[in-house]
């Protein structure tokens, strides 16, 4: 059992910094004994800085970094958002990104970047900043802030949670550390315990600590409005703890904004950890999942990256240039204005009104930002996906959490295309020149009708059941076709019953979860049925024809293959598949169609069918985030010292400060640890419990979350209405007559297979273009 640390405070004389509370400690002598930089303020003291004001007035308090007093240009600032993540997760994305930074700045790296002579430079390492943002002081896990002490940017009894009366919003640590944790939280750098392994550059660290938890998108405006405007990035970086950064990432992100002077934004291929030989693709929700982003992988990214929009950056690995966000001298709106009005809305105290000032933004989040960034009035703006940039993530196993990421990610999508097509106008009030513009309205006329299908995309798959299974009904040599049809029409309808039942306020918990998972198994058994009735008429078909068929002419084989009412059906099931096949052989990356195809097929409909209408009836759970209650008093972890213009406040003496960071070591040499977080000393800042907001402190119904709900039932019954409306009239007996072709065809499921086909195809070629130009960016930089 660890022994608890006995902390003797002594008292200290601090002036403060232009009002505000700034304070250098010194770092524990056994780690700078060990490292190769000892020399130097940013080495020797670890700063503190108390933040008593919102983050948008941070840059008018006069608060200032270490870089701003050594005159430093940064042109990375990366921002490394954190939450509730394990310390295992967290350990992951910043070892990965120490990595890249030590791959770019270190004198004995041998990549890419020192052909740059920005990276060529012995002290490179100060063109970069990590900036951690963590969403709460109780709600972060305990163990990461051992991982931040044994590295150096964190210590006990340092934070103060008043200065001149005022409470502290942020806590900001600052330290150029040269050892790193790896996800295995064992510790890497010239340390006494290792001193002849895995030397690492000095890496800037601005640790932020907000104390309430507020959510993601509160976390990057305290880093856009309150860290960037001290910093004064070229290039900002988003990533979220949990996500790998690949080797190499950060400076081909980099360097696509550096070739490319309109390039606004970057991301990067997201990938799917697989485990030791891909033994997760066993799991069908994952292999779905694997499959699904590599399809955006190599169609959807690569096809929207030449237009220069991309509808969805990855929140896990996306990049931009700051200049592009900060707002118009005159106006003062700019994107960043508009991307965090959902933050201002939530957190505001005049909310007699919500609905005048809801827009579709408010649901999209983030996915609105890219387009703000393209139309920015007169200005050429674009975004670029870079393939050889990736991160790595893990995804949702169960059918719960599953449930639960899909909601938010479709909503999103949904949301953000409607904003974008609706808003079809700012490009033409954009910079860019007529070529780009018709090119990008173009893309927007895609992504409307993209969004439309979505929209239809219930019934649209039930259509396709019926006209299958009704034409299988009918096939000679199948008794049951009938009897099938008639008992799995009825089943389906009630099943899409009971899932909107179930899905409307409730969690995927209980009961309700295995009537999900019931739903999923249905839904896979219906793909499998409509699979085998296409095999099986094809079959009929072609031993019906083949004796008098002369296949030598062309044709006469389309004229056969035409001759079947379901040919269309066929058309595009053919096309959507070859254009996944062979564009998957072309980017070198097969084997996800060898693994994970036959589970994404089954799964596809449970995507619609389920998935859809999860997220439609959850549509109003907006979580941009929870006012905490005002409750510095009841909190006994945070020093109380009110400190005025110039007074004592307590400070831990130097072996406190020893014996901390060799806890930190200690605790993270234990071999046995909770599956959660390590071992914490009884004398924490944080509370030893760790977890989301009890609903005691969760706040009660306003008028606002009543306006979400409104919303939400006004769009989900348009969607029932629209949905329910094209079944029964497209599969109406009275209206068959109307709707049928010459060739036996539905007139509405051969325009729809037509798009889908059209869709696809033009899909393959954009993704065929992109893959051209990297071919060629590749030989080119190889021969330079």
Not at 63 to 89: F, G, M, W
Not at 90 to 97: A, G, R, V, Y
Not at 351 to 357: A, L, P, S
Not at 679 to 701: A, Y
């Amino acid at each position: 059992m660890p022994v608890p640390i006995h902390y003797v405070f002594k008292p200290k004389k601090v002036q403060l910094t232009d009002g505000n509370l700034v304070l250098d400690t010194p770092v524990p002598t056994s780690y700078l004994s060990a490292v190769d930089h000892q020399s130097g303020k940013e080495f020797e003291t670890m700063r503190y800085m108390a933040v008593t004001c919102d983050a948008d007035m941070v840059p008018e308090g006069r608060y200032k970094l270490r870089t701003h007093s050594l005159n430093r240009s940064i042109e990375i600032a990366i921002c490394l958002t954190v939450n509730e993540e394990s310390p295992q997760a967290f350990c992951l994305t910043l070892h990965s990104l120490i990595k890249n930074i030590k791959q770019m700045c270190a004198p004995e790296s041998k990549s890419k970047s020192h052909k740059n002579p920005i990276w060529s430079e012995e002290d490179s390492w100060k063109k970069v900043v990590i900036c951690i943002v963590a969403d709460g002081r109780r709600n972060l896990n305990p163990a990461i802030l051992k991982v931040l002490a044994s590295m150096g940017c964190w210590q006990e009894g340092v934070a103060k949670n008043q200065v001149n009366g005022n409470a502290v919003q942020a806590h900001i640590f600052e330290y150029s550390t040269q050892v790193s944790v790896d996800s295995k939280l064992k510790l890497k750098g010239r340390t006494l315990k290792n001193s002849n392994k895995h030397h690492f550059p000095p890496i800037q660290i601005v640790f932020c600590l907000k104390e309430r938890h507020t959510k993601k998108l509160n976390s990057h405006r305290w880093f856009f409005n309150a860290l960037c405007p001290l910093l004064q990035p070229r290039i900002t970086l988003l990533t979220t703890a949990g996500a790998k950064i690949g080797s190499g990432s950060l400076f081909h992100l980099w360097n696509a904004f550096d070739r490319n002077p309109h390039t606004a934004g970057a991301c990067g291929e997201i990938r799917v950890a697989k485990g030791l030989l891909w033994w997760k693709v066993l799991n069908p929700i994952i292999a779905a999942q694997i499959f699904e982003y590599k399809v955006s992988s190599v169609l959807e990214k690569p096809f929207e990256s030449i237009f220069g929009y991309i509808s969805v950056m990855p929140g896990a690995l996306v990049a931009y240039r700051y200049e592009t966000l900060l707002p118009e001298p005159i106006s003062g709106k700019g994107p960043l204005t508009t991307y965090f009005e959902p933050d201002y809305l939530v957190f505001s105290d005049d909310h007699r009104d919500v609905g005048e000032v809801l827009d579709y933004s408010y649901f999209a989040e983030d996915q609105i930002l890219p387009f703000l960034v393209v139309t920015r009035p007169h200005a050429q703006n674009t975004m670029q996906y870079v393939r050889s940039a990736w991160a790595e993530t893990e995804l949702p196993a169960g059918i719960g959490s599953f449930l639960g990421m899909k909601r938010k990610w479709q909503n999103r999508r949904f949301f953000g295309l409607i904003y974008a097509v609706s808003h079809v106008a700012a490009i033409w009030r954009s910079g860019h020149n007529i070529a780009r513009k018709l090119w990008m309205t173009l893309e927007m006329i895609y992504l409307g009708c993209d969004t439309i299908f979505w929209f239809l995309a219930l019934g649209n798959y039930y259509l396709v059941f019926y006209y299958m299974a009704k034409t299988l009904a009918v096939a000679p040599h199948f008794s049951l076709g009938g009897t099938g049809f008639m008992l799995m029409r009825y089943v389906y309808i009630c099943l899409i019953v009971v899932v909107t039942m179930i899905s409307m306020g409730n969690r995927p918990r209980g009961q309700s979860l295995y009537l999900f998972i019931l739903s999923f198994v249905f839904f896979a058994c219906i793909q499998a049925y409509i699979l085998f009735a296409a095999g099986y008429l094809t079959f009929l078909h072609a031993t019906e024809f083949l004796p008098y068929a002369r296949w030598e002419s062309f044709a006469t084989v389309v004229a056969v293959f035409k001759a079947a009412g379901y040919h269309v059906l066929i058309l595009a099931l053919v096309c959507c598949y070859a254009v996944y096949l062979v564009s998957a052989v072309l980017y070198g990356e097969p084997w996800h169609m060898i693994a994970c195809f036959v589970q994404f097929m089954l799964l596809m409909p449970s995507y619609v069918s389920v998935l859809g209408v999860y997220a439609f009836c959850n549509m109003h759970e907006v979580n941009w985030g929870i006012k905490e209650p005002e409750d510095h008093e009841k909190d006994p972890l945070i020093s109380r010292d009110a400190i005025y213009h110039a007074s004592t406040v307590l400070m831990p003496d130097e072996r406190s400060v020893a014996a901390s960071y060799q806890d930190a070591l200690d605790d993270l040499d234990r071999k046995k640890r909770p599956k959660t977080s390590l071992s914490t000393p009884s004398t924490s800042i944080l509370p030893l419990h760790s977890g989301s907001l009890s609903s005691s402190l969760l706040p009660q119904p306003t008028m606002q979350s009543d306006y979400y709900t409104t919303f939400r039932t006004r769009i989900l019954l348009l969607w029932i209405v629209a949905n329910g409306a094209l079944v029964i009239t497209v599969s109406a007996d009275q209206l068959a007559p109307y709707l049928t072709l010459n060739d036996g065809s539905n007139l509405y499921v051969t325009i729809v297979v037509w798009i889908i086909t059209v869709g696809a195809t033009g899909r393959f070629l954009g993704s065929l273009v992109y893959l051209l130009g990297w071919i060629w960016q590749f030989f080119r930089q190889l021969l330079s």
